[in-house]
């Protein structure tokens, strides 16, 4: 069974600094790699994508994420957030097509 | 394209009652999926859909069930409401399932009081 454990509940940061949420995941098969975002009253937004090929994965709005399979981690990073950066991030595993495992969420917030 | 739509966007209902939730993916998508989400059990999945037959399934109780008609319109319908029912519903489509890219809708907002 596959799983996903977001390390943090909540991360705090000033504008302009960099950033990293942490994701690690289990599972016995190969999977896919994804991070959405979720602002208030919304529904979710994919951030990024990991598939195959290159571990290292450019999304949108200035974020990326490296595949590490020894470690099954699957880290974002951003080297400088905004104000407009807050809101809850998901790291979500999928075995199979049509269904994913989410952790449960960071909440980033970019204080001024 | 226009997105993933789902209605209604909020919904009050009262404990026993049953309540039909709408999802309409985007166009050319043929794979739906809904997710429970609460702020004590975070997102989880409640069922998948593709051409019109269920192919994944979470692990909730049978008062919850759903469907897809030919069109990809999905529903999901809940029975026998429960308090612990209240919760942001979420709706996903995936161009083919086995890209397993998925487009959320807004969700609807479910309050059982």
């Known amino acids: 069974a596959q799983s996903v454990t977001q390390l943090d509940s909540q991360v705090p940061v000033f504008e302009e600094a960099p950033v990293e949420l942490r994701c690690n995941y289990s599972?016995?098969?190969?999977?896919?790699l994804f991070w959405y975002v979720q602002y208030p009253n919304q529904g979710l937004q994919l951030l990024l994508k990991?598939?195959?090929?290159?571990?290292l994965v450019k999304g949108i709005n200035g974020f990326e994420a490296e595949f590490n399979k020894s470690q099954t981690s699957f880290h974002l990073r951003k080297p400088s957030v905004h104000i407009s950066d807050t809101a809850e991030y998901f790291c979500?595993?999928?075995?199979?097509?049509?269904?994913?495992?989410f952790g449960d969420g960071t909440t980033l917030t970019v204080k001024p | 394209k226009a997105g993933v739509t789902q209605t209604p966007r909020y919904l009050i209902k009262t404990r026993g009652q049953q309540v039909t939730l709408s999802c309409s993916p985007i166009?050319?998508?043929?794979?739906v999926s809904w997710y429970q989400q609460t702020p004590g059990q975070g997102l989880q999945f409640l069922f998948e859909y593709f051409s019109e037959t269920q192919r994944n399934k979470g692990n909730f109780p049978g008062r919850f069930s759903g469907r897809q008609f030919s069109n990809s319109r999905s529903e999901m319908n809940v029975s026998t409401l429960e308090l612990g029912d209240s919760a942001l519903y979420l709706c996903?489509?995936?161009?083919?399932?086995?890209?397993?890219?998925?487009?959320f809708g807004p969700g609807t907002r479910l309050t059982v009081t």
């Open positions: 979500a595993v999928s075995e199979n097509a049509g269904k994913s495992t």
């Open positions: 599972s016995s098969v190969s999977v896919y």
């Open positions: 990991y598939l195959s090929g290159s571990t």
């Open positions: 996903a489509s995936s161009f083919q399932a086995d890209l397993y890219e998925q487009y």
């Open positions: 166009s050319g998508h043929r794979s």
